[in-house]
C-alpha cells in the first residue's frame, strides 16, 4: 500500500517552489530541523535563515542535521514569539511553523496558544510583500484542541485586501489529521 501524503510533503513542496537564494526565511519551530535545512538549501549562502525552539533537544537535534549537511543558520533556544528582536519588519520571505510537539520528544512539551498568536502576529510584521507563512497544524493527543481553533481563529481575520489563507485539510483522515495552511502577505501595508 502506498503512504499516504503528508502535511510536510505538502508544505515542502511549496517551499522548493517560492523560497529564493538570497531570501531571508524564519524557521520558528525548528523541531528536528528539517525545515530548517531545506530553507538553508534554498536560500543558500547569500541568504540568511533564523530558527527558533524551546527545547534544547530540538536546536541540537537541528545543529547536527546542519553540519552533516554542511549548511548554517541562526538558531535561537528561544520562544517563536519573540522572532521580531531578529530580523526587521518587511524584510522575510517566508516563515515556517510546526505546531504541536517535537516529533519523536516528549508530548508533555507543546506550542501554546498565546505564544503561537503572538509569533503570527510578529510573522505577519516581519514578512515582506508577497511573503508567506506555512503552517503545519498539529492538535490532538496531550495539546488537544486549544491551539488549532485559536489559530484557526486568529486566521479567519485576517483582513483580506492585505492576505490570502489558504488551507488544506484531508476530510477523509480519521482521528485529528494535522492540516498546513498557508498565508500570503499580497499588497498595501496591513492597519
Not at 58 to 81: C, F, T, V
Not at 97 to 113: D, V
Not at 158 to 170: A, G, K, M
Amino acid at each position: 500500500m502506498k503512504r499516504q501524503l503528508s502535511v510536510l510533503e505538502i508544505a515542502h513542496k511549496y517551499l522548493r517552489e517560492n523560497v529564493r537564494p538570497g531570501d531571508i526565511c524564519i524557521d520558528a519551530t525548528c523541531g528536528r530541523g528539517f525545515d530548517t535545512k531545506l530553507l538553508c538549501e534554498l536560500t543558500g549562502q547569500e541568504g540568511r535563515v533564523i530558527g527558533f525552539d524551546i527545547q534544547q533537544e530540538a536546536i541540537d537535534s537541528a545543529n547536527a542535521l546542519l553540519k552533516e549537511h554542511q549548511l548554517s543558520a541562526e538558531l535561537y533556544l528561544e520562544s517563536h514569539a519573540n522572532m521580531a528582536k531578529y530580523a526587521e519588519d518587511n524584510t522575510v520571505s517566508c516563515i515556517v511553523f510546526n505546531f504541536g510537539w517535537l516529533p519523536k520528544g516528549n508530548h508533555e512539551i507543546f506550542t501554546r496558544a498565546e505564544s503561537s498568536i503572538a509569533a503570527l502576529d510578529a510573522g505577519l510584521r516581519l514578512l515582506k510583500q508577497d511573503g508567506s507563512m506555512v503552517l503545519c497544524v498539529y492538535y490532538g493527543r496531550n495539546n488537544g484542541f486549544t491551539e488549532r481553533d485559536a489559530i484557526l481563529k486568529y486566521l479567519e481575520e485576517l483582513d483580506s485586501r492585505y492576505y490570502t489563507v489558504l488551507q488544506c485539510t484531508f476530510p477523509n483522515r480519521t482521528g485529528c489529521p494535522p492540516f498546513v495552511v498557508f498565508v500570503k502577505k499580497d499588497g498595501g501595508e496591513a492597519v
